[in-house]
């Protein structure tokens, strides 16, 4: 291994901490990372790359999931009473938390890509003294807002990654580009930076995760087990009335909703492979007394391929549509994420594999792993650079975890970040060799 590598990196893993700790404390929530961005635009900045900010990456019409003005506005004071600078917040303002950081080293090459999310989960985490980050004083100060996915850990990779790659610059060709995500949870972020170009000129290109249940130790080099997804909210309008009296009268949209909740889970499954659909939520009515004027429905809907989800999104459409009819209500459908299904391309994937060979603390190197499916949308990134004649793939460093993700206790052990920063800067310092027999 390239020992001017392992010393950089090294000597870095007490700034990872800290960076980690101090973002794990501070979380944001999707379009909500106002503090985040700020504080990793300002270290990139005084690293000298370039940076391509906010709106400039970011396709606002492109955008899912954004929550409400007011609650943009809100938590944009509250990053700012928590350190947000100044000096960064316009360009981020109005849930534009997106950035693009990218070092022309000056001589011929790709462009290799690394993408890193940085939103937390709308979760209360756990203030209980067995809890690490509770004991060492880094737990949440936000209300339902947790680092319970690790993307705490990835923005922090992302950054040390800017740190290692400035340091050895003169050993690096062609162009690096550092993609800094918001909302990845809900799969709402990423194809607004698609739509955005950011991706276009991308010739090899990796997003990462930590944990997944991966064992400590291990790298999967082309992770390939996400779901096409839709998520759906939905609206149904009716026409309220005396339930006793006048239920004629009435046009009951909690009856169309409960009707299409059981007609969605008729939608037949696809012979091709596995598919999903879920109602997680189904709210509607005022009192016992009155025909529900109004319902709500969270929907969605997965499939193993793009074709497969959208047989059971559009199956999906139809039911909405038809319950509404069946009920003489109106309905509104409003789009609040998706992602693609994506496999890695089989030789980036390879050389990716020969680079962690060589890293002594990954104990385990494998090229994918069966898993449960869920969905992510950097596959979208990963699609459009495929669609230019690119290389892509997902890697996930496996580590200790104190609870599954998703958890008012997650935690994962620190260390992994280093390992995380090590190997992926291998990819690009060794890029020359891409191509070549193992």
Known sequence: MNNPLSMLVSDLSPQLQAWRRDFHRYAE???????????????????????????????????????????????EQRAREQGALEKWLPHFSGGFAGIVATLDTGRPGPVIAYRVDMDALDLNEKLQPDHLPFREGFASCNSGMMHACGHDGHTTIGLGLARVFKSLEAQLSGTIKLIFQPAEEGTRGAKSMVEAGVVDDVDFFTAVHIGTGVPAGELVCGSDSFMATSKLDVTYRGVASHAGAKPEDGRNALLAAAQATVGLYAIPRHSEGSSRINVGVLQG??????????????????????????????????????????????????????????????????????????????????????????????????????????????????????????????????????????????????????????
């Open 29 to 75: 929530s999707g379009w909500f990372e106002f503090r985040t961005a700020t504080l990793v635009a300002e270290e990139l900045d005084r690293l000298g790359y370039r940076l391509q900010l906010g709106r400039e990456v970011i396709n606002a019409d492109a955008r899912m999931g954004l929550p409400s003005a007011e609650a943009l506005q809100q938590q």
């Open 285 to 438: 009515g005022t009192g016992r007394n009155v025909i529900a004027d109004r319902a709500f429905m969270k929907v969605e809907t997965r499939g193993a391929t793009n074709a497969i989800n959208e047989f059971v999104y559009q199956q999906a459409l139809n039911v909405i549509e038809g319950a509404a009819k069946m009920h003489g209500v109106e309905y509104d459908i409003a789009l609040m994420g998706a992602a693609q299904s994506s496999k890695p391309t089989q030789p980036w994937v390879d050389y990716i594999h020969r680079q962690a060979q060589e890293i002594a603390e990954l104990t385990s190197v494998v090229d994918r792993r069966e898993q449960a499916a869920g969905s992510e949308d950097a596959t979208y990134m990963m699609e459009r650079v495929k669609s230019h004649g690119g290389q892509a793939s997902y890697v996930i460093f496996g580590t200790e975890l104190s609870a599954g993700h998703h958890n008012e206790k997650f935690d994962f052990n620190e260390q992994v970040m280093a390992v995380a920063v090590k190997t992926l800067a291998s990819l690009a310092l060794n890029l020359p060799t891409f191509g070549s027999k193992a």
